[in-house]
């Protein structure tokens, strides 16, 4: 007969046997020639019973149990990898198979599996290289990582600076970065253009775009005009009145007239053989046509006139050129 030192009842619970010791003695005590009356008289059959002394008997059963990644088992103990540490083995047997993140990298709590669980730590971004020495690099001028896990994709870009894309590190400061900064050449509190923020599709204010964020963003419904940063507002975009897009409407239409006339008067001279009144009249008409090309050119970069407001842009020296030269060749 076999005694379980414990064992499990129907409804689950936990049923405990008597010590081994006091079950030796119980089982020691048994009288054989009893016992077998007893059941005798129960069972209404002959019984002998002949019982042999008790012996104890010790068995040890080995249970094979997997060590996890992510940690290092020894004794019996399941000891997890610390912060900054991965391990990406099964049943390690010591603490050397919790392998150290790479330099100026941690990761976000114990037992990690995988080496791309390492992030970098504050100051520093991943930059997408695999190799250690460059897995993380310290964060430009002009960002902020002082958060873990920084990537280059979404580096922090500092209010008032600008970089071209998502994997860029070049990170230049905006022109109307000291808008708002009280003298300073930069401040967290700047109405720039330049948005900054984690979002690399996103580093303009709302209705900017472009390098520097100095171009209003295309609307399909109206005309915008672009409005620098002061100490009171952030740079943005204002829509145009109909009243100045009306005019420049009238003045294209104006111009057309003056030419159809002067095309029309210098047929006349040609036919007629004055030569050299012809030639002055074209370069009239060449001077009438640069300048309405400049004009256009100048309107397209949203030149408006709005709630009694002028806001004038200056023209580029291009334009001063093409100017210059149209006066030049015009001899009236």
């Given at each position: 007969m076999t005694i379980a030192?414990?064992?499990?009842?129907?409804?689950?619970?936990?049923?405990?046997?008597?010590?081994?010791?006091?079950?030796?003695?119980?089982?020691a005590s048994v009288d054989?020639?009893?016992?077998?009356?007893?059941?005798?008289?129960?069972?209404?059959?002959?019984?002998?019973?002949?019982?042999?002394?008790?012996e104890r008997v010790t068995t040890t059963r080995m249970l094979s149990v997997m060590c996890p990644r992510g940690f290092w088992c020894t004794?019996?103990?399941?000891?997890?990898?610390?912060?900054?540490?991965?391990?990406?083995?099964?049943?390690?047997n010591n603490q050397s198979a919790?392998?150290?993140?790479?330099?100026?990298?941690?990761?976000?709590?114990?037992?990690?599996?995988?080496?791309?669980?390492?992030?970098?730590?504050?100051?520093?971004?991943?930059?997408?290289?695999?190799?250690?020495?460059?897995w993380c690099n310290r964060c430009p001028v002009g960002t902020s990582c002082n958060e873990l896990g920084s990537t280059l994709r979404n580096l922090n870009i500092s209010v008032a600076y600008y970089r071209p894309s998502a994997t860029s590190i070049d990170v230049r400061m905006c022109?109307?970065?000291?808008?708002?900064?009280?003298?300073?050449?930069?401040?967290?509190?700047?109405?720039?253009?330049?948005?900054?923020g984690s979002n690399p599709d996103k580093p303009c204010r709302d209705g900017l775009e472009g390098h520097f964020c100095g171009v209003c963003a295309?609307?399909?419904?109206?005309?915008?005009?672009y409005v620098g940063a002061s100490k009171t507002a952030v740079a943005g975009c204002k829509a145009c009145s109909s009243g100045m897009m009306s005019f420049l409407v009238l003045g294209a239409l104006a111009t057309l007239a003056v030419l159809a006339c002067a095309l029309a008067t210098a047929r006349w001279l040609w036919r007629h053989r004055l030569k050299d009144e012809h030639k002055k009249l074209l370069s009239f008409i060449s001077f009438i046509v640069n300048q309405w090309r400049i004009i256009a050119d100048y309107n397209s970069r949203a030149l408006c006139v709005t709630d009694c407001e002028t806001h004038i842009r200056t023209y580029n020296a291009a334009d001063v050129r093409k100017m210059q030269v149209a006066l030049n060749n015009t001899n009236f």
């Open positions: 030192a414990s064992g499990t009842a129907a409804d689950d619970s936990l049923v405990v046997a008597l010590p081994i010791d006091n079950l030796m003695e119980n089982v054989d020639a009893e016992l077998g009356a007893s059941l005798t008289s129960a069972l209404n059959a002959i019984i002998t019973v002949n019982s042999t002394a008790a004794a019996g103990l399941t000891v997890e990898c610390e912060v900054g540490f991965y391990n990406p083995t099964l049943n390690a919790c392998l150290r993140c790479p330099e100026h990298a941690t990761t976000f709590g114990p037992n990690s599996t995988q080496k791309s669980q390492c992030v970098c730590g504050t100051n520093y971004f991943r930059t997408g290289d695999v190799s250690d020495s460059a022109a109307d970065a000291a808008a708002n900064c009280s003298g300073k050449t930069v401040c967290a509190h700047s109405t720039s253009g330049c948005a900054g295309n609307a399909s419904d109206q005309v915008r005009y």
